[in-house]
């Protein structure tokens, strides 16, 4: 009956266009069901498993965004970029445990890299690892990017995933300053163009959309302005 139950899962999800890993999950779901409701483990595991998914996992329950890091060539690619534009402050907001902030901090050390987690138990794995390393240009904080104001920040890098990309634009355009860019790993934003692209080469396939927000702001100004000149 699992069987078919997997089966069934994997044939729904092609049939209703899912992504990929939901082919995964809808499959293995129902066999991992059934083998953990076999073996004999007490309930109070299960409430420390489940307690722990919830300080690591957070951000998936409340903006769709689960923990996966970036790769060693994406943070070597972020250096460069953040060097070649003399970047001073640099942000990555829903910063996992610090792999792109301390991978960033013993890179450029002229650079002020802060990072912004709201799951507790990933914020205090980059906590400690700042304590450890006694990063000074780095600048760790427990909190919500949607209440960070970009507005300091040379460079902000996002690896989030496609569900809060829209809202990202929007913050990122009423916030951003001149000169400024947003990068984001693996997810472009609908419906804008990035100004570059690049692909690093990793693994995952890993491509950073750049996006210079101040720039697309004026663009649109200017469209609109045109537009009222025309007496649209
Ligand atoms: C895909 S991980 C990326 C981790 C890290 N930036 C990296 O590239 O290795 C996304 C992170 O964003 C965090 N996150 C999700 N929503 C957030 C929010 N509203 N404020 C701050 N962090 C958030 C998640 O907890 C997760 O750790």
Known sequence: MV???????YFFSIYFGRPV???YINTFFPLLVFIISSIDIGSNIFLIFFGLSILIFKGAIFDRVPLYLSSTLVVDALSRIAISRNAKKFIDIGSGTGVVVFGLSCRIKQCCITGVESA?????????TKLYNKSDNVCWL????????????????????PDPMTRLWEKATLEMGEGTILISNSFPIDGVAPDSIE?????????????FPSAHKKNKADNLNQDSYLGY
């Open 3 to 9: 069987i078919i139950i997997s089966i069934g899962g």
């Open 21 to 23: 890993w939901w082919k």
């Open 120 to 128: 507790p138990l990933t914020w205090l794995i980059g906590y400690c």
């Open 142 to 161: 427990y909190g919500n990017m949607w209440r960070t104001n970009l507005s300091e920040f040379d460079i902000v890098y996002a690896f989030l995933s």
């Open 199 to 211: 692909y690093i080469g990793d693994k995952r396939g890993s491509v950073l959309y750049c996006y």
